[in-house]
């Protein structure tokens, strides 16, 4: 018997099938109600005719996770003059910055985000984005996380202090910073951190005439990322002895983003000794 013959003579309903096309861009992006499409494209996460391409897509998914982690952060500080602050570090493009500011900031009326980079170029873009979009509680400073700490420009203190993807020393400048000022929350995404993994190989032959631990970071690839792991093993140990509460996670899948890991650190003032 053939096909048509086993439904009735009749050809199957509805055609081929084909997978549904999503009703919007919004729907498309699995954007959030009343996020900005304009800010998005003027991002360059999406073309002007609203399209995306695979680069953009991971990027959107790494910093919209990262937003939704800060925003519960967000709304625990305690109510005080002016709302809360915050300072993100190496904010390059502030794809952090503005996309915060459009969640929650925006939405709330109050608040600052100060954003800390080094590249001039970048800042001075930043600057002209938030003026169009009127994005008036923002903030950008062409300063390293390490010269942050004692810019005139930032309050004595910041409520929460970021750093999507600071390159290497700089997320420990970033973690000096929100301790001197203070911070309540310090949420990090770490970076090719460079500065063990140099410790490592420069005694390495004679490491590994002394102990078969060395083989742990015999191979570059294996130096690379034990030096990687140790240093935020550091990082963890750090905040804790200063009083901070630490979570480790992924920030998302790892088909995304090789820097992945995502550490939260909430103060309580309760200080680990054995950290």
């Known amino acids: 018997m053939n096909k048509r013959a086993a439904h009735g003579g009749q050809k199957p309903a509805g055609g081929p099938k084909h997978a549904e096309k999503p009703a919007s ?4 992006l699995e954007l959030r109600e009343g996020q900005s499409i304009e800010l998005l494209k003027e991002l360059h996460i999406l073309t002007r005719d609203g399209r995306i391409n695979q680069d953009s897509r991971r990027k959107l998914k790494q910093v919209r996770h990262l937003v939704q982690f800060i925003t519960p952060l967000l709304d625990e500080l ?13 904010a390059g493009k502030s794809y952090l910055g503005f ?27 930043s600057r002209a984005l938030a003026g169009r979009l009127g994005f008036e509680r923002m903030r950008f400073l062409a300063i390293s996380a390490a010269d942050a700490r004692e810019a005139a420009a930032l309050p004595e203190r910041i409520d929460i202090v970021t750093a999507l993807h600071a390159c290497d020393t700089a997320t420990d400048d970033a973690i000096a910073f929100g301790l001197a000022k203070q911070a309540r929350a310090i ?16 005694s390495k032959a004679l490491q590994l005439a002394r102990t078969p631990l060395a083989e742990l970071w015999r191979h570059p690839l294996h130096t690379r990322e034990l030096g990687s792991q ?12 200063a009083g901070y509460s630490v ?4 920030l998302v899948g790892w088909e ?12 309580t003032g309760h200080k680990k000794r054995s950290a």
């Open 25 to 28: 861009v919004a729907e498309a």
């Open 78 to 90: 305690p109510a005080h003059e002016g709302g809360p602050t915050l300072a993100d570090h190496g």
């Open 99 to 125: 996309m915060l500011y459009d969640a929650w900031f925006g939405p709330q009326g109050r608040g600052t985000i100060y954003g800390i980079e080094t590249r001039e170029e970048l800042v001075e873009r």
């Open 187 to 202: 949420v990090l995404v770490p970076c090719c951190q460079a500065e063990v993994a140099a410790c490592l190989r420069q």
């Open 230 to 241: 140790v240093t935020n093993v550091l990082r963890c140990l750090y905040l804790e002895a």
């Open 247 to 250: 979570t480790v996670t992924e």
């Open 256 to 267: 995304h983003s090789m820097k992945n890991e995502l550490i939260v650190a909430r103060f």
